[in-house]
């Protein structure tokens, strides 16, 4: 046993030394500055003033077990990992609209007065670089901050000038991406995203498969950015970008974040599943008032938005497997974009499942959530992990974020995996691993063997 602890040990500590510290600055970069954005920016430094809590996020709040569950070793993730410090956070973005973050969150209205004022100087700060932006691409939305070139290439390697510039600027060691701007038209990938010699002819010819979000992906990766894609838009998650992060040693990871009425599905389905209670269908509608109830709005942005939130049920239910159970069941998911309601989005769930004997049951969920409060600290936790992810030597996919995104980007030919508890244990598991820790299995059969 002793020589066991040792190598154990010996594990732990090579593993932990492999790990490049997180010294210096890290600067966070959002493509866009609305209500996503405002809401995680104001949050982090309203928690560096003290004045609130980080609730929400995985890495400053939730703990992780290590070893048997009588070794009683549960520290704060944020303790267990080298993370940045919240202290050492820069924040960038660029954005069509030039409102500073103050002006920005005030319109959002995600956040009360009581709340931004005591932060108002801070974020008046924060300016957005002229972004890459067209109005094809999101038809609800106008602005005149954005940037011109002649090519779809030239306008990406005016992204990585500000990438490069933002460092530079603000002494930063290191930076990360995450996208928090709109949901874009429906893109399906074609040959022009096959290959990075193809995807770099389509941005020089300004072919339309190449849309904003792609140029985003490309110049980070290009500059050596971590890329987080925070909407259902089709931009990191091509052969062509996929290959270029191995290529370059960059982490990327997406799509969509998963707040509300997915995050539930994500909780309940598996449950259903677990039981082997069947499903007759699943009605979702949701009524949003905010800037991506808008951009919702339009059919063509919506079609993506759908796409992202259709799969869940089916990868999660299986019905290939579970053919009596949940063969043909009638999902359907409607987002009505409703003024009044702003930020705070509402959404309905009438779940038609059958139990023992084929006899019917309802589940009916009233969800009324606030998106962007969901949406921040899980800005937070993939900035923060992605730079870990990076630091520890990690490129390309980094399928152990899914917890994150309500499509989780997984290797071809891989299904995803949407089981949030299963996503939960394979970002703990990923995190003892790169730590030299023993994997947490939950079988306990050694408590109880003499």
Same mark, same amino acid.
Request: glycine share 8%; proline share 6%.
């Given at each position: ?42 949050? #982090? ?9 980080? %609730?929400?996020?995985?890495? !400053?709040? $939730? &703990? =992780? ?110 930076? #990360? ?9 429906? %893109?399906?990938?074609?040959? !022009?995203? $096959? &290959? =990075? ?254």
């Amino acid at each position: 046993m002793q020589a066991s602890s040792k190598g154990s040990k010996s594990a732990s500590s090579s593993a932990r030394s492999s790990i490049r510290p997180a010294t210096g600055k890290l600067g966070i970069l959002t493509p866009g500055l609305g209500a996503v954005a405002t809401t995680f920016i104001a949050g #982090v430094e309203s928690i560096r003033r003290g004045l609130s809590k980080p %609730i929400g996020s995985l890495t !400053q709040m $939730a &703990t =992780i077990r290590l070893g048997k569950r009588t070794d009683n070793r549960s520290p704060l993730i944020k303790d267990f990992i080298p993370l940045a410090e919240l202290d050492d956070l820069v924040f960038g973005a660029w954005d069509p609209i030039a409102d500073d973050a103050l002006t920005a969150a005030c319109k959002a209205g995600v956040l009360e007065q009581r709340h931004i004022e005591p932060l108002a100087d801070f974020l008046r700060e924060i300016k957005p670089m002229p972004a890459v932006f067209d109005n094809r691409y999101v038809t609800r939305l106008h602005g005149e901050n954005v940037k011109r070139g002649k090519t779809k290439r030239d306008l990406a390697e005016q992204l990585r000038q500000d990438i490069r510039d933002f460092k530079t600027k603000h002494r930063l060691d290191r930076v #990360v991406a995450v996208w928090c701007a709109s949901t874009e038209t429906y %893109i399906k990938a074609g040959p !022009q995203h $096959a &290959t =990075i010699e193809q995807f770099e002819k389509a941005m020089e010819r300004n072919d339309d498969a190449i849309a904003p979000s792609m140029l985003y992906a490309w110049a980070c990766i290009m500059e050596g950015v971590p890329y987080c894609n925070g909407a259902p838009n089709l931009a990191v998650d091509t052969p062509a970008l996929m290959q270029l992060a191995i290529d370059r040693g960059v982490p990327i990871s997406g799509k969509d974040f998963k707040t509300g009425q997915t995050w539930m599905k994500t909780v309940i389905a598996p449950g259903l599943k677990a039981r082997m209670l069947g499903l007759a269908g699943w009605y979702s509608t949701n009524i949003l008032g905010n800037r991506d109830g808008e951009v919702l709005d339009d059919p063509a942005s919506f079609k993506t938005k759908e796409e992202s939130k259709l799969s869940v049920l089916h990868t999660v239910l299986q019905p290939e497997i579970y053919p009596d159970l949940y063969k043909d069941f009638s999902h359907v998911v409607r987002i009505n974009y409703y003024p009044p309601r702003g930020d705070n989005k509402e959404g309905w769930d009438n779940i038609d499942i059958f139990g023992w004997m084929g006899y019917p049951m309802q589940i009916k969920v009233n969800f009324l959530c606030r998106d962007s409060i969901l949406a921040a600290p899980i800005v937070l936790d993939l900035a923060l992990f992605s730079d870990f992810a990076q630091r520890a030597g990690l490129k390309g996919i980094q399928e152990w974020l899914s917890f994150y995104y309500k499509s989780p980007m997984a290797a071809p030919a891989l299904q995803p995996e949407h089981d949030l508890f299963i996503q939960q244990t394979k970002l703990k598991n990923t995190l003892r691993h790169l730590m030299g820790e023993e994997q947490i299995t939950h079988l306990g059969l050694e408590y109880y063997q003499s």
